[in-house]
């Protein structure tokens, strides 16, 4: 039997020094100003924009509640394409505002949504495209921009994964109109829970400010608009200052660890791993697995020993979103045999920026042993 001190979790939350986070709120009981935008919610915005290089930046509550508003201020209406193979949050933000998910197969070497599939599904009910990045893989951000911009289309990212990679010499969050990120505790980099979002149009700025402070009039007494509380407090900001004081560290202990698997597993036959992209500085925020037929022993069979073994491993995604029961008799979608075949063979490996070389080692150690075939 496995003793919970030896279990390997497939993530573990980075945190700064605790004598650090709490030198940067013990301010907080001098101002007793803990949430609506103070100083720390300011200055964690300043620096998000700065490190992120982007023209306008806000923060939220979470990634969600940063979606749905995103999708709010654009006005969309009507369908929107987007990707099956993703978090159920990017789906449900579509959802809860009123439109019709139009669901687009992916690419099986990247994972993100297939340009050329994308657009044969518009019609005169598009009003845009949310595409997802992947475990740290960006979209083909040229293929989807050039037809949003041909057929008059928005463009959301949802960048969920994909702090601190750079695309094309490009922070990743100056694309599309909108990009969304996550800032939850098992990202990259998190503000314990949060979210934010980047954008270079500047009249979106008030729109979502508003919105995020249930669309309040000055003085607080009236609402001319249908918003929301999504206002991320200080605490969090307080977390994400110090977080982000230690970003690069953080990437960096990431990257150790995915070369290590990388030098174990690269080259085994059946195993289809991270793919190389021209252009991509990458963050290292996932290790992903595609399990074919010839490593001689499916995903389930796998993810099932591995856990028997105390080595926490995520089905990452499954299912498919246009498969979850919710959406049973509300939504017919449109077959995505690819994404639903990396949805049935894809698995997420621990990775987290502590995880020792021993982990890593113990991790493949059993993997390979699991192997089907020679």
């Given at each position: 039997?496995?003793?919970?001190?030896?279990?390997?979790?497939?993530?573990?939350?980075?945190?700064?020094?605790?004598?650090?986070?709490?030198?940067?709120?013990?301010?907080?009981?001098?101002?007793?100003?803990?949430?609506?935008?103070?100083?720390?919610?300011?200055?964690?915005?300043?620096?998000?924009?700065?490190?992120?290089?982007?023209?306008?930046?806000?923060?939220?509550?979470?990634?969600?509640?940063?979606?749905?508003?995103?999708?709010?201020?654009?006005?969309?209406?009507?369908?929107?394409?987007?990707?099956?193979?993703?978090?159920?949050?990017?789906?449900?933000?579509?959802?809860?505002?009123?439109?019709?998910?139009?669901?687009?197969?992916?690419?099986?070497?990247?994972?993100?949504?297939?340009?050329d599939k994308a657009e044969a599904l518009i019609t005169e009910k598009t009003s845009a495209i949310v595409a997802v990045h992947v475990y740290g893989i960006p979209c083909d951000t040229s293929a989807i921009e050039e037809i949003a911009k041909r057929r008059n289309l928005k463009v959301i990212y949802d960048a969920a994964h994909m702090f601190g990679a750079v695309w094309q010499g490009k922070n990743i969050a100056q694309y599309g109109d909108l990009s969304m990120f996550s800032f939850h505790a098992t990202k990259v980099f998190h503000t314990i829970e949060g979210g934010g979002l980047a954008f270079s149009d500047n009249s979106l700025y008030e729109k979502l400010r508003h919105a995020r402070d249930f669309g309040l009039c000055p003085g607080g007494f009236d609402a001319d608009e249908i918003g929301t509380n999504a206002k991320l407090s200080e605490f969090h900001a307080a977390m994400g200052l110090c977080n982000l004081e230690h970003i690069d560290e953080e990437i960096k202990k990431r990257k150790a660890v995915s070369e290590t698997y990388d030098k174990r597993l690269r080259g085994v036959y059946g195993l289809q791993l991270f793919p190389e992209i021209e252009g991509l500085t990458r963050n290292y925020s996932y290790y992903p697995v595609v399990f074919h037929e010839e490593f001689g022993k499916t995903r389930d069979e796998i993810a099932d020993e591995l856990l028997r073994r105390g080595i926490r491993v995520r089905k990452y995604f499954y299912p498919l979103t246009s498969a979850f029961s919710c959406y049973q008799n509300r939504l017919t979608p449109k077959e995505t045999p690819i994404a639903a075949n990396i949805a049935g063979r894809a698995l997420c490996l621990p990775l987290f920026a502590d995880m020792t070389e021993e982990n890593v080692n113990t991790v493949c150690d059993e993997l390979l042993n699991l192997k089907g075939f020679d």
């Open positions: 039997m496995v003793t919970e001190t030896k279990v390997i979790p497939v993530t573990r939350s980075s945190m700064p020094p605790f004598d650090e986070y709490v030198d940067t709120i013990r301010q907080l009981w001098d101002t007793r100003w803990l949430t609506n935008a103070g100083t720390m919610h300011e200055d964690l915005t300043s620096k998000l924009k700065s490190y992120l290089n982007v023209g306008n930046f806000l923060l939220f509550a979470n990634g969600h509640l940063a979606l749905e508003l995103a999708i709010q201020a654009l006005e969309l209406k009507g369908e929107v394409i987007t990707t099956p193979f993703t978090f159920a949050s990017t789906t449900q933000a579509i959802v809860r505002r009123g439109l019709t998910p139009v669901f687009c197969d992916i690419d099986p070497i990247r994972f993100t949504i297939d340009p």
